[in-house]
C-alpha cells in the first residue's frame, strides 16, 4: 500500500515567518502533485513535479521533488495570512494517494 | 467556463437510508474521479471514470457504495444501508484524461449520517 506522510499536520506562525512542510513516502511516485485547500472548497493544485531532484518556484513557494521521487517539501518565505489553509501532496501511482495535509495558519 | 458542480452541498439522512450524491464535470472532460474526505484527512480515492466505464474501481470500500456514468458527462455516486462511519466530504474531480493531466476538483458533498 503506498502512504505519504506530511508533516506537521498543523502549523501556526506569524506573518512574515518562513516555513517548510514535507511529504515522505517509502514508494516512488511517477510524480507528485501540490494542492491549496479552503474550508469548502475542494483541493486546487499548485504545482506538479516529475523528475528526481527537481525545484520548482511560484512566487514565494518553493517546491522540490527528493532524488529518489519518494519524497517532497514545500517552503514557503515570507508567510502571508492569505497563505492560511491546508496543504496536500498527492503522489500518482495510476491513482493519486494523498497525504493527510498540513493545516497552516499564518497570524497578521 | 463553469468548474466541476456538486449536489447536495449538504445532505443530512438517517442510518441505512440510501443516498445519491451528484457530480457534473467540467465540459469534454473524459475522466472524472471520486474521493472521500473524512475530517482531518486527505482525500481518499473511490472510483475513476474514463468515458462511460469505470476505469478503476478499487478505492470503493465495499459493495454498498456505487457510481456510475452512463452518457459519460454526469456521474451519481450511491450509497445503501448508510452507516454513521461513511459521513464525510464527498469529493468529485475531472480531468481531460487520466494520467498527469490536472484534476480540477468541485466543492464536495458534506454527508452526514445521523
Known amino acids: 500500500t503506498q502512504l505519504l506522510e506530511q508533516s506537521p499536520q498543523f502549523l501556526s506562525i506569524q506573518e512574515g515567518e518562513n516555513l517548510t512542510v514535507y511529504c515522505n513516502s517509502s514508494s516512488v511516485f511517477s510524480s507528485l502533485q501540490w494542492y491549496r485547500q479552503e474550508p469548502g472548497e475542494g483541493p486546487v493544485l499548485l504545482v506538479t513535479v516529475v523528475t528526481g531532484g527537481e525545484v520548482k518556484k511560484l512566487k514565494r513557494l518553493t517546491f522540490q521533488f527528493g532524488d529518489a521521487r519518494k519524497d517532497s517539501s514545500l517552503h514557503i518565505t515570507a508567510a502571508q495570512p492569505g497563505d492560511t489553509g491546508l496543504y496536500l501532496c498527492a503522489g500518482e501511482g495510476g491513482k493519486l494517494i494523498f497525504g493527510q495535509g498540513t493545516e497552516l495558519s499564518v497570524k497578521p | 467556463g463553469a468548474g466541476v458542480s456538486q449536489t447536495p452541498s449538504n445532505k443530512v439522512t438517517e442510518k441505512g437510508k440510501y443516498v445519491e450524491l451528484r457530480c457534473d464535470p467540467i465540459s469534454g472532460h473524459t475522466a472524472l474521479y471520486w474521493y472521500r474526505q473524512s475530517l482531518g484527512q486527505g482525500p481518499e480515492f473511490l472510483i475513476y471514470f474514463q468515458g462511460t466505464g469505470a476505469a478503476d474501481d478499487s478505492g470503493l470500500p465495499n459493495d454498498r457504495f456505487f457510481a456510475v456514468r452512463p452518457e459519460g458527462s454526469v456521474s451519481t455516486l450511491k450509497i445503501q444501508r448508510t452507516e454513521r462511519g461513511d459521513s464525510a466530504v464527498y469529493l468529485c474531480?475531472?480531468?481531460?484524461?487520466?494520467?498527469?493531466?490536472?484534476?480540477?476538483f468541485g466543492p464536495g458533498t458534506r454527508l452526514t449520517v445521523t
Open positions: 474531480a475531472s480531468s481531460l484524461g487520466g494520467g498527469l493531466n490536472e484534476q480540477y
